[in-house]
Nanobody, 117 residues
Framework: QVHLVESGGGLVQPGGSLRLSCVAS????????MGWFRQAPEKQRELVAT???????IYPSSVKGRFTISRNNAKNTVYLQMNSLKSEDTAVYYC???????????WGQGTQVTVSS
């Protein structure tokens, strides 16, 4: 069982920045792809950034150029740097690990990001 713990959320003004962190309970990056998702009230959970199995990154157009996913293998940590935040970025942000060679999927508990003046 892999445990993921997110942190770094909070209240930020429009145009501001936040960096989210997701710490895994064990070294999993070689066996799992890591990604960030978000869910706003009454909306479906959506992808905001992910690594592919080959190590490249994918972003939807809504965040491309503003959000950056990165990782520190030694710390078992994935980051999401969010810049130029907008009110529509307000959501609970979740970290996800998906198995490369199996169907295992693990989610963190989420961290709230609120963009408001």
């Amino acid at each position: 069982q892999v445990h993921l713990v997110e942190s770094g959320g909070g209240l930020v003004q429009p145009g501001g920045s936040l960096r989210l962190s997701c710490v895994a309970s064990e070294s999993i990056f070689s066996a799992y792809t890591m990604g960030w998702f978000r869910q706003a009230p009454e909306k479906q959970r959506e992808l905001v950034a992910t690594f592919t199995g080959g190590g490249s990154t994918i972003y939807p157009s809504s965040v491309k150029g503003r959000f950056t996913i990165s990782r520190n293998n030694a710390k078992n940590t994935v980051y999401l740097q969010m810049n130029s935040l907008k009110s529509e970025d307000t959501a609970v942000y979740y970290c996800r690990a998906r198995g490369l060679r199996n169907d295992n999927v693990y989610w963190g508990q989420g961290t709230q990001v609120t963009v408001s003046s």
